[in-house]
C-alpha cells in the first residue's frame, strides 16, 4: 500500500522512481475532472443534486492525506488544509490550473478508505474558469463484471478492466476495509495511482477510489492486502490490485458540500 499510497516515505519514492506509467487503454475516459497530488492522484467529484454554488470537492484516498496515515479507528472531520491540486487538460497532457483546499471534511482509513477535501472554489467558478465539470459520485452500489477505468492524474494513465467481484473483508497492516473492489488483472496499477477515481465506463461516473494492490504475495501485512471471508477464512491473491466503494458518501453530505455523519442513510465510520 505505501508504494501506491504515500509521500514523504522514502519506500515510496524509491518505488515510484523504478516503476514507469504503463500504457493507457480506455477509448472513451478522459483525464477531464482528474487532479494529480503530490503523492497521489484524486478527482473533482459532485453527487447528483449538489448545486453548482457549492464549493467543490475533491476525492482521494485516506492514506493520501499529508498528514499521513490515519490510524486504524480514526476519523478525520473539518481539518484546515491548505493543499493544492493540479487540474489536468482532458488528454492528460497539461495542467489547466492549480487548485486549492480549505479544509478536510473526511478522511479515515478505517472501513473505507478515503479523503475528501473542500476547495476554497465551487463547481460553477471551476467550470467558468477552466470548462471542467465534476465527475458525478453515484449512490447505488457498483454491480460484479461492470467494465471500469482508474484514471490516474499522477501518472496521467487510464487502466481499463472489469470488477471482478466484492471482497467481505480487505486486510492490510492492522486496518481493515469493507466490501472492497476487486480489479481483473487488466488494471496494473501502480504507485502514485492511489486515489484514482474508479469510472464506470459506460456512463462516466464515479463508483469507487483505487487504493491498494497486493505486491509481494505476503499475507495481510502493509502493500500486501489479504482477503476475508464471512467466515474469517483468509486468501492471499498476489498481484491482485483493489479500490473501494463510494456509493455511501453521497448520503452523508449535504448540499453545502459538508460533511454530517448523523444524516439518514448515512453510514460512513464517525469519530470515536
Known amino acids: 500500500m ?25 477509448a472513451t475516459t478522459t483525464f477531464s475532472g482528474t487532479v494529480a497530488l503530490s503523492n497521489c492522484s484524486g478527482s473533482v467529484v459532485k453527487p447528483a443534486g449538489t448545486p453548482d454554488t457549492a464549493p467543490a470537492l475533491v476525492l482521494s484516498n485516506g492514506h493520501c492525506l499529508e498528514s499521513g496515515f490515519p490510524d486504524p479507528g480514526e476519523v478525520i472531520v473539518g481539518q ?54 465534476p465527475l458525478e459520485l453515484v449512490s447505488a452500489h457498483p454491480t460484479a463484471g461492470t467494465h471500469i477505468d482508474v484514471v490516474s492524474g499522477y501518472w496521467k494513465t487510464i487502466y481499463s478492466c472489469s470488477i471482478d467481484g466484492f471482497v467481505h473483508e480487505l486486510h492490510e497492516n492492522g486496518w481493515v476495509w469493507k466490501d472492497s473492489i ?17 469510472v464506470e465506463t459506460a456512463t462516466g461516473k464515479v463508483i469507487g477510489v483505487n487504493n491498494t494492490s497486493n505486491d509481494d504475495g505476503q499475507r495481510c501485512t502493509l502493500d500486501n492486502p489479504c482477503e476475508v471471508d464471512g467466515s474469517g477464512n483468509v486468501t492471499v491473491h498476489p498481484g491482485t490490485k483493489y479500490g473501494e466503494e463510494t456509493f455511501g458518501i ?15 442513510g448515512c453510514t460512513l465510520p464517525k469519530p470515536q
Open 2 to 26: 505505501t508504494r501506491r499510497l504515500l509521500g514523504g516515505v522514502l519506500a515510496a519514492v524509491a518505488a515510484f522512481a523504478l516503476v514507469t506509467a504503463p500504457e493507457a487503454s480506455a
Open 80 to 133: 484546515r488544509s491548505t493543499r493544492t491540486f493540479s487540474l489536468l487538460s482532458s488528454d492528460g497532457k497539461s495542467s489547466l490550473g492549480t487548485l486549492k483546499a480549505k479544509k478536510v471534511v473526511y478522511a479515515t482509513m478505517t472501513d473505507t478508505d478515503v479523503s475528501l477535501y473542500q476547495l476554497d472554489t465551487t463547481y460553477a467558478a471551476i467550470k467558468q474558469k477552466y470548462h471542467v465539470s
Open 182 to 198: 476487486r480489479y481483473t488483472p487488466e488494471c496494473k496499477t501502480i504507485g502514485g495511482t492511489s486515489g484514482s477515481p474508479i
Open 250 to 264: 453521497p448520503a452523508c453530505l449535504t448540499t453545502a458540500s459538508e460533511i454530517d455523519l448523523n444524516r439518514a
